[in-house]
Protein backbone atom coordinates (compact mmCIF):
# COMPACT_ATOMS: atom_id res chain seq x y z
CA UNK A 1 0.00 0.00 0.00
CA UNK A 2 1.40 3.31 -1.18
CA UNK A 3 1.34 6.94 1.10
CA UNK A 4 -1.34 7.89 -1.41
CA UNK A 5 -3.58 4.51 -0.33
CA UNK A 6 -3.00 4.80 3.34
CA UNK A 7 -6.11 5.47 5.67
CA UNK A 8 -6.34 8.38 7.38
CA UNK A 9 -7.32 8.05 10.82
CA UNK A 10 -9.11 11.22 12.87
CA UNK A 11 -9.09 10.43 16.39
CA UNK A 12 -8.24 12.58 19.30
CA UNK A 13 -7.17 11.51 23.26
CA UNK A 14 -10.20 10.37 24.77
CA UNK A 15 -9.36 10.35 28.18
CA UNK A 16 -8.45 14.25 28.51
CA UNK A 17 -12.07 14.68 26.92
CA UNK A 18 -15.00 16.69 29.48
CA UNK A 19 -16.58 12.81 28.57
CA UNK A 20 -13.45 11.12 29.74
CA UNK A 21 -12.59 13.38 32.69
CA UNK A 22 -16.07 13.09 34.55
CA UNK A 23 -15.82 8.97 33.58
CA UNK A 24 -12.61 8.79 35.78
CA UNK A 25 -14.37 11.05 38.57
CA UNK A 26 -17.35 8.44 38.66
CA UNK A 27 -15.10 5.63 38.70
CA UNK A 28 -13.04 7.41 41.49
CA UNK A 29 -16.35 8.03 43.33
CA UNK A 30 -17.73 4.61 42.93
CA UNK A 31 -14.77 2.63 44.55
CA UNK A 32 -15.01 5.72 46.92
CA UNK A 33 -18.39 4.09 47.76
CA UNK A 34 -18.03 0.68 47.59
CA UNK A 35 -15.11 1.02 50.12
CA UNK A 36 -17.43 2.59 52.59
CA UNK A 37 -20.31 -0.25 52.24
CA UNK A 38 -17.88 -2.55 52.60
CA UNK A 39 -16.48 -0.99 56.18
CA UNK A 40 -19.77 -0.45 56.88
CA UNK A 41 -20.93 -3.93 56.45
CA UNK A 42 -23.55 -3.18 53.88
CA UNK A 43 -23.52 -5.70 51.11
CA UNK A 44 -25.95 -3.30 48.76
CA UNK A 45 -22.70 -1.91 46.51
CA UNK A 46 -23.96 -3.67 43.68
CA UNK A 47 -26.45 -1.16 42.97
CA UNK A 48 -23.43 1.34 42.76
CA UNK A 49 -21.67 -0.89 40.38
CA UNK A 50 -24.64 -0.95 38.30
CA UNK A 51 -25.15 2.71 38.07
CA UNK A 52 -21.15 3.12 36.89
CA UNK A 53 -22.14 0.63 34.50
CA UNK A 54 -24.63 2.64 32.82
CA UNK A 55 -22.78 6.16 32.92
CA UNK A 56 -19.73 4.43 31.30
CA UNK A 57 -21.88 2.55 28.37
CA UNK A 58 -23.17 6.55 28.11
CA UNK A 59 -19.78 8.44 27.97
CA UNK A 60 -18.05 5.79 26.38
CA UNK A 61 -20.41 5.39 23.60
CA UNK A 62 -19.82 8.70 22.46
CA UNK A 63 -16.20 8.85 22.27
CA UNK A 64 -16.04 8.02 18.25
CA UNK A 65 -13.07 8.20 15.87
CA UNK A 66 -12.93 8.19 11.98
CA UNK A 67 -11.45 5.98 9.57
CA UNK A 68 -10.85 7.82 6.07
CA UNK A 69 -9.95 5.11 2.72
CA UNK A 70 -10.13 5.66 -0.37
CA UNK A 71 -13.58 4.39 -0.97
CA UNK A 72 -15.16 4.28 2.41
CA UNK A 73 -15.33 6.24 6.07
CA UNK A 74 -15.14 3.89 8.81
CA UNK A 75 -16.49 5.19 12.16
CA UNK A 76 -14.63 3.19 15.31
CA UNK A 77 -14.84 3.31 19.39
CA UNK A 78 -11.86 3.01 21.06
CA UNK A 79 -13.66 1.56 23.88
CA UNK A 80 -16.41 -0.56 22.53
CA UNK A 81 -14.00 -2.33 20.24
CA UNK A 82 -17.09 -4.21 18.44
CA UNK A 83 -18.38 -1.20 17.20
CA UNK A 84 -17.95 -0.55 13.58
CA UNK A 85 -19.49 1.17 10.94
CA UNK A 86 -18.57 2.06 7.74
CA UNK A 87 -19.93 4.08 4.57
CA UNK A 88 -18.79 3.88 1.00
CA UNK A 89 -17.95 7.16 -0.19
CA UNK A 90 -19.72 7.03 -2.78
CA UNK A 91 -23.08 5.97 -1.22
CA UNK A 92 -22.61 9.49 0.56
CA UNK A 93 -25.16 12.07 -0.46
CA UNK A 94 -24.29 14.50 2.11
CA UNK A 95 -22.39 15.06 5.45
CA UNK A 96 -23.23 17.73 8.60
CA UNK A 97 -21.08 18.53 10.87
CA UNK A 98 -23.45 19.50 14.27
CA UNK A 99 -23.08 20.62 17.81
CA UNK A 100 -26.80 19.77 19.17
CA UNK A 101 -27.39 21.28 22.60
CA UNK A 102 -25.14 19.86 25.50
CA UNK A 103 -23.57 17.53 23.23
CA UNK A 104 -20.37 16.66 21.12
CA UNK A 105 -19.60 17.97 17.56
CA UNK A 106 -21.30 14.65 15.27
CA UNK A 107 -21.54 13.89 12.00
CA UNK A 108 -24.85 13.44 10.51
CA UNK A 109 -24.10 11.42 7.36
CA UNK A 110 -27.12 10.82 4.85
CA UNK A 111 -26.50 8.15 2.42
CA UNK A 112 -29.17 6.89 -0.39
CA UNK A 113 -30.83 4.15 2.09
CA UNK A 114 -30.06 5.76 5.51
CA UNK A 115 -29.48 8.63 7.89
CA UNK A 116 -27.22 8.00 10.79
CA UNK A 117 -25.96 10.64 13.48
CA UNK A 118 -22.63 9.89 14.49
CA UNK A 119 -20.77 11.56 18.10
CA UNK A 120 -16.97 12.59 18.36
CA UNK A 121 -16.26 13.68 21.89
CA UNK A 122 -12.59 13.55 21.33
CA UNK A 123 -11.66 15.22 18.24
CA UNK A 124 -10.42 18.68 18.61
CA UNK A 125 -11.00 21.51 16.42
CA UNK A 126 -8.07 20.65 14.30
CA UNK A 127 -8.45 17.03 13.98
CA UNK A 128 -12.14 18.78 12.43
CA UNK A 129 -10.67 20.64 10.13
CA UNK A 130 -8.70 17.71 8.84
CA UNK A 131 -11.58 15.72 8.21
CA UNK A 132 -13.94 18.35 6.81
CA UNK A 133 -11.03 19.65 4.16
CA UNK A 134 -10.59 15.92 3.39
CA UNK A 135 -13.99 15.12 2.93
CA UNK A 136 -14.40 17.51 0.41
CA UNK A 137 -11.23 16.45 -0.99
CA UNK A 138 -13.01 12.93 -1.48
CA UNK A 139 -16.23 15.24 -3.80
CA UNK A 140 -18.61 14.86 -0.83
CA UNK A 141 -20.68 17.90 -0.15
CA UNK A 142 -20.19 18.77 3.59
CA UNK A 143 -22.29 21.29 5.47
CA UNK A 144 -20.46 22.75 8.63
CA UNK A 145 -23.25 24.26 11.38
CA UNK A 146 -20.38 24.51 13.94
CA UNK A 147 -18.25 27.00 11.55
CA UNK A 148 -15.10 25.18 11.30
CA UNK A 149 -13.01 27.70 9.30
CA UNK A 150 -10.18 26.78 7.10
CA UNK A 151 -7.28 28.00 9.43
CA UNK A 152 -4.74 30.12 6.79
Aim: aromatic letters at 16%; charged letters at 20%.
Amino acid sequence: MTDKNKPKIYSGNYILTSSGIMLIGFFIFTCFMIYQCVLEGNNKYWMIIFSFVLLFAFFTYQMNYFILTDEKLIVKNPVWYSKLIEFDLNQIKDITIIQPYRSPRCLFIKTESETQLVRASSLKDKTWKKLKRDLENKSILIHDKVGLLESQ
